[in-house]
């Protein structure tokens, strides 16, 4: 009987104000702050357990690797939900006759976007603070225009459609966190190694090179739409995507040149 007293209090707290629409943005920022803690907590019991390089490795290297679990758990959820909400919800599709496309959101989607703003509150934080062990003022300044865009595509719901098709450029995370694992415990010229670079090749190629110039077609193909927007959010629309390119080109240049290196040194 207690028991159920407290429970109603609780699911009608969670009900008519965590879940609230009003309360979604704030509540999904906590929840993504949260969920990058429990992530690096977890690695770090995991990893000193499982992996036997990891508790000789300096303490830096430690914080990133469990820093890089992190980024690679976000990665894995945004672009899943990024893929879902772009090419097969309905929530966005032109088909539907629901407002323009420019001003849709959902629930779901503001929450999604939402925990994304927590997770790169959280790893700008730690990049500050150990700066610059886990990045250089390029990782700054990706994270701070991220941060920007995805935020106020949450709170007011303008141009969420094509702040997913940015985020599904995450999809390359993982591989380039997984080849920085390989290498951290000396497996630079295994054959995993080699498979991961012409990995990260191919969905660097798609995701930051090909997308992105979907994006911008799709732009161009609902411009009266995407003109209706606030000034800030025009400004962020064509400011962020076009700034993340030109820094997409210039990694994918690296990319190259590191696969050229790899590919050298087995023949």
């Known amino acids: 009987m207690g028991i159920k007293s407290y429970q109603n209090p609780a699911e009608l707290l969670v009900k008519e104000y965590l879940l609230a629409d009003s309360f979604i943005p704030y509540t999904s920022i906590i929840c993504g702050i949260c969920a990058c803690k ?79 703003v927590g997770y790169f509150l959280a790893d700008l934080g730690m ?57 951290t415990v000396g497996m630079k010229r295994s054959k995993a190694y080699l498979v991961n670079g012409v990995v990260i090749f191919v969905a660097w190629f798609v995701a930051r090179v090909l997308l992105f110039m979907y994006l911008f077609y799709h732009i161009y193909l609902h411009y009266d739409q995407v003109k209706q927007m606030h000034s800030y959010g025009l400004l962020l629309i064509f400011v962020v995507p076009s700034v993340l390119s030109v820094m997409n080109l210039f990694w994918f240049g690296k990319i190259i040149r590191g696969l050229r290196k790899t590919l050298a040194k087995r023949q």
């Open 127 to 183: 990049i500050i603070w150990f700066y610059p062990s886990l990045g250089g003022m390029e990782y700054v300044l990706h994270h701070l225009l991220s941060l920007a865009a995805v935020a106020y595509s949450m709170l007011t719901g303008e141009g969420q459609l094509y702040t997913f098709m940015v985020l599904i450029s995450e999809t390359t995370t993982p591989g380039i966190n997984l080849r920085w694992y390989l290498d």
């Open 38 to 116: 429990m992530v690096y907590d977890l690695t770090q019991l995991f990893s000193s357990v499982y992996f036997k390089s990891y508790p000789s490795l300096p303490k830096i290297q430690r914080t990133e690797w469990s820093n890089r679990s992190i980024s690679t758990f976000h990665a894995m959820f945004i672009t899943a939900m990024s893929l879902y909400f772009v090419f097969w919800s309905n929530l966005y599709s032109d088909n539907q006759y629901a407002g323009m496309v420019t001003f849709r959101s959902s629930a779901l989607s503001t929450f999604s976007l939402g925990a994304s």
